[in-house]
T-cell receptor
Framework: DAKTTQPNSMESNEEEPVHLPCNHSTISGTDYIHWYRQLPSQGPEYVIHGLTSNVNNRMASLAIAEDRKSSTLILHRATLRDAAVYYCILRASGGATNKLIFGTGTLLAVQP | GAGVSQSPSNKVTEKGKDVELRCDPISGHTALYWYRQSLGQGLEFLIYFQGNSAPDKSGLPSDRFSAERTGGSVSTLTIQRTQQEDSAVYLC?????????????FGPGTRLTVL
């Protein structure tokens, strides 16, 4: 499975935009890029996913590099509730299962 | 609507005892996953059920771990002869249509402590 690399931690101020980077230089052409986040003492929750084009939803935006070797999760206005561990995950084709392979993620701290 | 539920929320047991953890997936979801999260290992996949297909057990750490899914809905994860290293949060997730673009919905987890 292709690996992802994320910074261990990031800080943001409330109501400011946050850009969370992810490198996936060994991504294959059919791998999907997913982002999940885990708030303290909760199970992970889906944030967004994409394949080639940039994506927007009510939670965030996903910007995917043209060569697909990196992506950035964008939170447009961070709130205190966005403090969580953010996981960038590649969903690879060719396997018999659709399990999520979690890395260490980025711990986002949001300051008031 | 109702999300994924898990019970119990907390379980404390003694080393060597067997435990059963329960997962109720979202109604209509055909895929069900078990993961566990421990301090030393992060979030790791354990087992995956999809419809009537044979489960993917590739993540189970030892033969003390087993799981079943009855009637394509509720699932039970059983750990026999628990060890202290089994202490972790056990998370269940379900998805509607298992493919590379599907969304997995996670339950709140069961925190298992083995004394």
């Amino acid at each position: 499975d292709a690996k992802t690399t994320q910074p261990n931690s990031m800080e943001s101020n409330e109501e400011e935009p946050v850009h969370l980077p992810c490198n996936h230089s060994t991504i294959s052409g059919t791998d999907y890029i997913h982002w999940y986040r885990q708030l303290p003492s909760q199970g992970p929750e889906y944030v967004i996913h994409g394949l080639t084009s940039n994506v927007n939803n009510r939670m965030a935006s996903l910007a995917i590099a043209e060569d697909r070797k990196s992506s950035t999760l964008i939170l447009h206005r961070a709130t205190l509730r966005d403090a969580a561990v953010y996981y960038c995950i590649l969903r690879a084709s060719g396997g018999a299962t659709n399990k999520l392979i979690f890395g260490t993620g980025t711990l986002l701290a949001v300051q008031p | 609507g109702a999300g994924v539920s898990q019970s119990p929320s907390n379980k404390v047991t003694e080393k060597g005892k067997d435990v059963e953890l329960r997962c109720d997936p979202i109604s209509g979801h055909t895929a069900l996953y078990w993961y566990r999260q421990s301090l030393g290992q992060g979030l790791e996949f354990l087992i995956y059920f999809q419809g009537n297909s044979a489960p993917d057990k590739s993540g189970l750490p030892s033969d003390r771990f087993s799981a079943e899914r009855t009637g394509g809905s509720v699932s039970t994860l059983t750990i026999q002869r628990t060890q202290q290293e089994d202490s972790a949060v056990y998370l269940c997730a379900s998805s509607l249509a298992p493919n590379l673009a599907d969304t997995q919905y996670f339950g709140p987890g069961t925190r298992l402590t083995v004394l």
